[in-house]
Nanobody, 115 residues
Framework: QVQLVESGGGLVQPGGSLRLSCAAS????????MGWSRQAPGKQRELVAA???????NYVDSVKGRFTISRDAAKNTVYLQMNALKPEDTAVYYC?????????WGQGTQVTVSS
């Protein structure tokens, strides 16, 4: 089983930066595919960034060049560095893990981009 705890959300002005962290419990972090999803009010949850256990990375087009996903196996942690934030990035951001076909989710952290 994998438990995920996100941190690092908050209020930031347009153009600002935030770094989200997701600490994973369990012994299988190194073989889990990890990702960050977000859900804005009234919208469906969307996957914005993913990193496989082998290090392959993908981003949704709207965040390419602005967001960077990374993972630290020694700390069982995955990060999402978000730069040049826009008001449309406002959402609850969720860390997710996929292990042996089972999906796990964190509780979410709010990111608000507003002046």
């Amino acid at each position: 089983q994998v438990q995920l705890v996100e941190s690092g959300g908050g209020l930031v002005q347009p153009g600002g930066s935030l770094r989200l962290s997701c600490a994973a419990s369990g012994r299988f972090f190194s073989i889990a595919d990890m990702g960050w999803s977000r859900q804005a009010p009234g919208k469906q949850r969307e996957l914005v960034a993913a990193i496989t256990s082998g290090g392959s990375i993908n981003y949704v087009d709207s965040v390419k060049g602005r967001f960077t996903i990374s993972r630290d196996a020694a700390k069982n942690t995955v990060y999402l560095q978000m730069n040049a934030l826009k008001p449309e990035d406002t959402a609850v951001y969720y860390c997710n893990a996929t292990l042996w076909g089972i999906h796990y989710w964190g509780q979410g952290t709010q990111v608000t981009v507003s002046s």
